[in-house]
């Protein structure tokens, strides 16, 4: 392991943090293919599948590759600013776009009928349901964000490499199964009722919001506080941004699903 | 029956309105004091922790509070039940309700921070009390109205989709 890899000459650190950065960016490369080919499998079998959710998964995989590969991820080590703006795409812009390109209902519907059966008993299992859950997936996301910022991990990732491929992948899930918890674009077998979301999302968003200003005034081990500074407004400005986009799809769910029947015999609140 | 489907509508409208007022002030207080005017400070040295938390939660209750209660509303005309002075009136209980919370509570007790730096804070905290108070009260007679008239009226005023 390249402990103080900060010591090294600027070259070996450079090589380093591409290699990092190419283990990082293949899974995406590998999301974008299956789903580029699983959407041509489906259109060839005669049943369409929506271009808006296609560019949606583009841009997607373009925001996080763009946080871990190129030249932000490689400022990002030096400038918190950068890195900030880098988990801005990772963890919140490009799952809440690879959630609405909803990837789990192409996959099912490309799959044959005992292997997609496979996947949805999966889908429906205890373990994905636990952590799907709205207050769980709140905490590892969340949860998480503290952790690195209010900790020396931050610190450590900047020296530890497997830390730092760690990290990012967790930022990225964590914010993918976020997103899934509470907006649905895929068949979710574990649904819960949208006051009960509205709430905890009000919960983990103050979290979120407590924290950008926590770091604005106390900045992370080894970072100066000009950058912490801007790193925090940042997360403050750029996460209302993305949670406004949440919110208005929580809200618009509500109000398509509540929709009043002709002949309303229940109230529904 | 229509005038219970109006009853029913009570709460509907008062909650969309106070809700909708809550993040309205937020949102003014934001924008102007925070972005234009340069007044409000993103974080003071005097705030306490308390003082952060409850910022937080009021932020993010108030961002949800303003896309919620415009659904909210959105929803009232399809079901024939919008009362415009009760919204109108629950809006403004909301809106000075926020703003005396934020006053004196959050600006005071917590020391989040001040309406404005190197001056005379007197002024200005006064102008801010006393607009919230009497947002309260114009509120509170707004809603106090709405029911006495539609109850009167009631039957010929709802159910009727515009």
Not at chain 2, 35 to 41: A, D, G, P
Not at chain 2, 134 to 142: E, F, P, Q
Not at chain 2, 143 to 149: E, I
Request: aromatic share 12%.
């Amino acid at each position: 392991m390249h402990l103080n890899n900060h010591i090294h000459d600027g070259s070996e650190m450079e090589f380093h943090g591409l290699s990092v950065q190419l283990i990082l960016s293949v899974p995406f490369f590998i999301a974008l293919v299956i789903y580029l080919y699983a959407a041509i499998l489906s259109k060839r079998r005669k049943r369409s599948w929506r271009s808006y959710r296609i560019v949606m998964w583009i841009t997607g995989i373009f925001c996080a590759l763009a946080a871990i590969i190129g030249p932000l991820a490689t400022r990002s080590h030096s400038d918190f600013t950068a890195h900030m703006l880098g988990h801005l795409l990772l963890g919140m812009l490009a799952p809440l776009l690879l959630v609405l390109a909803s990837p789990m209902t192409l996959i099912l519907r490309t799959l044959d009928v005992k292997h997609a059966r496979t996947l949805s008993h999966i889908l429906k299992s205890n373990p994905l349901r636990l952590i799907n859950h709205p207050l769980t997936a709140s905490f590892l996301n969340v949860g998480g964000l503290w952790l690195l910022y209010t900790t020396s991990l931050y610190q450590t990732m900047e020296q530890n490499e497997l830390v730092q491929i760690a990290v990012h992948l967790h930022v990225f899930l964590a914010g993918y199964l976020f997103t899934s918890a509470f907006i649905y674009a895929d068949p979710n077998p574990h649904r819960t009722g949208y006051i009960y979301r509205s709430c905890v999302l009000i919960i983990a968003l103050a979290c979120h919001g407590i924290l950008s200003k926590y770091i604005y005034a106390h900045p992370p081990m080894g970072v100066p506080i000009d950058q912490a500074k801007t790193g925090g407004l940042i997360m403050y400005y750029g996460g209302d941004v993305i949670d406004l986009i949440l919110i208005t799809i929580l809200c618009y769910q509500w109000f398509k699903g509540t929709r009043p029947r002709m002949n309303e015999a229940i109230s529904i609140k | 029956m229509a005038e219970n489907n109006n009853k029913s509508n009570y709460p509907k409208n008062l909650w969309s309105g106070l809700l909708f007022g809550i993040g309205l002030v937020a949102f003014i207080d934001e924008a102007v004091f925070h972005q234009l005017l340069h007044w409000h400070h993103f974080y003071d040295k005097s705030t306490t922790g308390i003082g952060l938390v409850s910022d937080g939660f009021f932020h993010a209750f108030s961002w949800f509070a303003t896309v919620g209660s415009l659904f909210m509303l959105a929803d009232l005309p399809r079901r024939g039940g919008w009362l415009p002075m009760r919204w109108f009136g629950g809006l403004l209980l909301g809106a000075g309700g926020f703003q005396l919370y934020d006053g004196t509570i959050q600006h005071k007790l917590m020391g989040l921070h001040q309406i404005r730096y190197d001056v005379n804070i007197v002024p200005y905290d006064m102008v801010w009390y006393i607009t919230s108070v009497l947002m309260i009260i114009i509120g509170i007679a707004l809603l106090a109205r709405s029911k006495g008239k539609s109850s009167q009226v009631g039957v010929t005023t709802n159910h009727a989709p515009k």
